[in-house]
């Protein structure tokens, strides 16, 4: 499985951003996806999972109600739609790719698969 993240980028506090995860592989659809944010000093944490039929919707409840995570299986991505941001929200995010047997999918443990990561940052 094969992952490359894009979409980052600079924002206002306020602004919106989205972000892609291009998934390629042979059996890319059997896993879980996450995406997960590391801002500077900080450990990798959670920030969204779903699986590719749209199922186990789960959100870090630092960005619940403002970020929207999807699939778009017909173009093998997956997106976080970043809403009202935040300088909080600065990071690489990355997303991930787990097995699909995993149930603990907030721990960065848990994935198989990383893409390389997309900077976004947010302004005050």
């Not at 291009?22 to 059997?30: E, L, W």
């Not at 879980?32 to 789960?58: C, Y």
């Not at 097995?99 to 848990?110: C, G, L, Q, S």
Request: net charge positive; aromatic share 12%; glycine share 12%.
């Amino acid at each position: 499985v094969q992952l490359q993240a894009s979409g980052g980028g600079l924002v206002q506090a306020g602004g919106s951003l989205r972000l892609s995860c291009a998934a390629s592989g042979r059996t890319f659809r059997y896993y879980g996806m996450g995406w997960f944010r590391q801002a500077p000093g900080k450990e990798r944490e959670f920030v969204a999972h779903i699986t590719w039929s749209g199922g186990n919707l789960d959100y870090a409840d630092s960005v619940k109600g403002r970020f929207t995570i999807s699939t778009d299986n017909a173009k093998n991505t997956v997106y976080l739609q970043m809403n009202s941001l935040k300088p909080e929200d600065t990071a690489v995010y990355h997303c991930a790719a787990h097995w699909p047997a995993v149930t603990d999918w907030r721990d960065r443990d848990a994935y198989t698969y990383w893409g390389q990561g997309t900077q976004v940052t947010v302004s005050s």
